[in-house]
């Protein structure tokens, strides 16, 4: 199968850089292209398991939302409670339909008063939020910005970005970001500093305006760097594979494996359009019991009274390592289908397939025994399968 490209297709600021550096393969997220492989699996899960992994996550597209209401709007579509997050702090937080439908589950991050970022998972947030604006009134603009992330992930991650711009990344507390331009002289990070450099006082300086953060879609520990330019793209993936020639730093992408391994949610693989927060196991992301309002709250209280009809679960299957699903497949007991395997493949560090599935109740529950049924279409390969404790594999104290 090939993917033929077309201008309706974004590239992101590292396109470039990614197609010379050996991506073989992409994928769309967001409408654009996102590279997924750089032609050895292996090697990329290990890196960021033992080592440091680039990604060019661009696709994690950003909604400012900017104005006297920014506060109130920003509130109003996602279900934590940002009432106390300060300037440079992210949140983890779902966006909801008035259904109490999960719509997205990006990070809200507040950059500046009355200023917020939406990084999105994939699904079209722009014209929802500006719909609601609409709708109530508020007093806002609403605009994609240049914003790209670049995420370097894994155990020797610090090591890589302290290098490339201090040591004060060691410091920065989780979903916490501060924004930073990296002055690069003769090619080489230089001058260092947090506050706006002139860039006149030298036709040989550079100047990269960044959000550093430490976060990302792993559990092994990471940082994302938010280019807030997007024609020095290449500039930055070049400074970046540089500083993480000393620490064994890998190429790749968001790892189905780890991700699995780790329960990293993927909105819109492992989802259905009318999953609530509970089913998802998001409950915890949900501050329903907070003064805040938001939208989707009042459907969510009642669908929380009425308790699970389904829950998003994991699987051990048996039998011979499985590639990574292209289409889900049932989960049976006996002849009853009972759910669907939304995400499965081998994991080498628990020498076993896992999955998550999205599986009725009472079948929910731990040690159930299911059967799955492979995606050729027949009867043939009919594993046995086990519904096990989430996440596979606790992360380490460095993510």
């Not at 983890?92 to 990084?119: C, F, I, K, Q, T």
Request: overall charge negative; aromatic content about 8%; proline content about 6%.
């Amino acid at each position: 199968m090939q993917l033929m490209a077309n201008t309706r297709l974004k590239r992101s600021p590292f396109f470039d850089a990614t197609i010379a550096a050996g991506a073989t393969s992409f994928t769309v997220y967001n409408h654009m292209l996102m590279p997924t492989s750089y032609g050895d699996p292996d090697a990329e899960y290990w890196h960021i398991i033992n080592d440091a992994s680039l990604w060019d996550v661009s696709v994690q597209v950003q909604v400012e939302i900017a104005g006297p209401d920014a506060d109130k709007l920003a509130q109003a579509v996602v279900c934590r409670d940002l009432t106390n997050v300060v300037i440079g702090q992210a949140r983890y937080a779902p966006m909801l339909d008035h259904a109490g439908n999960v719509m997205n589950d990006p990070v809200a991050l507040r950059v500046d008063d009355n200023r917020w970022w939406l990084s999105l998972g994939d699904s079209d947030m722009l014209y929802w939020c500006r719909g609601i604006a609409a709708e109530r009134g508020f007093d806002v603009e609403i605009c994609q910005p240049d914003v790209s992330p670049l995420a370097v992930q894994g155990p020797k991650a610090v090591d890589v970005v302290a290098d490339l711009v201090g040591d004060w990344v060691r410091d920065l507390g989780r979903f916490r970001y501060k924004f930073y331009e990296l002055a690069v002289t003769d090619g080489r990070p230089m001058g260092r500093r947090h506050e706006p450099l002139d860039s006149r006082s030298g036709t040989d300086t550079d100047v990269i305006p960044l959000w550093v953060g430490r976060a990302g879609w792993s559990k092994q520990g990471g940082y994302e760097l938010y280019l807030l330019d997007g024609s020095k793209g290449t500039q930055l993936w070049d400074l970046v594979v540089e500083a993480g020639k000393p620490y064994g730093m890998g190429l790749g992408s968001p790892n189905a494996i780890e991700r699995l391994e780790s329960f990293l949610l993927s909105y819109g693989g492992d989802t259905l359009a009318d999953n609530d927060p509970f089913e998802l196991r998001l409950g915890k992301f949900v501050d329903l019991d907070s003064s805040v309002d938001f939208i989707g709250r009042d459907a969510l209280l009642k669908r929380r009274e009425a308790g699970l009809k389904r829950e998003l679960v994991g699987l051990k299957i048996d039998g011979e390592p499985l590639a990574m699903l292209e289409r889900p497949i049932p989960v049976k007991v006996g002849d009853d289908t009972v759910g669907t395997v939304k995400a499965a493949i081998w994991s080498p560090r628990c020498e076993s397939n896992i999955a998550l599935a999205l599986v009725d109740v009472p079948h929910n529950q731990l040690g159930t025994k299911v059967s799955t049924h492979h995606e050729n279409g027949t009867d043939n390969d009919v594993r046995s399968a086990e519904v096990v404790d989430l996440p596979f594999i606790a992360p380490g104290p460095a993510a």
